[in-house]
């Protein structure tokens, strides 16, 4: 079986307002990249670690984890990628042509103190 590789895009916030998050860059559009692995797309559910990458001086990972809610949608969750502890939710949507698939939704991390809310896109090589 082909190992998948793919990569992780994120925006601050959502496209659909703005404002709503913590943000305090003079940036309102804040956006990161990172490598994706182990990589799990079928039917049934969607799994994938980010690598570790750095963010404003801090260091992250995920796990993520989701399953198939309808056709194509999935919703699930996202683990810190270090202590494995609950981190937030994803929905999102699976999009695929005969080279690539695409994930694209809404990143929503929970916090103590602060929550972030991300709009996201992955590429995957097939």
Not at 28 to 48: C, E, G, Q, T, W
Not at 91 to 97: H, K, P, V
Not at 101 to 114: A, P, R, S, V
């Amino acid at each position: 079986m082909k190992q998948l590789k793919g990569k992780i895009y994120w925006v601050s916030d959502t496209f659909e307002y703005i404002g709503k998050g913590v943000n305090n860059s003079k940036d309102i559009y804040l956006h990161y990249a990172a490598r994706i692995s182990n990589i799990v797309i079928d039917d049934a559910m969607i799994k994938f670690d980010v690598e570790p990458h750095n963010v404003e001086g801090g260091s992250y990972s995920y796990i993520v984890n989701l399953l198939n809610t309808h056709e194509n949608r999935f919703k699930g969750d996202i683990k810190d990628g270090e202590t494995n502890e609950l981190n937030g939710n994803v929905t999102c949507e699976l999009f695929q042509n005969s080279k690539k698939y695409m994930i694209q939704g809404l990143w929503h991390e929970e916090h103590n103190d602060f929550e972030n809310i991300f709009s996201f896109w992955a590429v995957i090589e097939k």
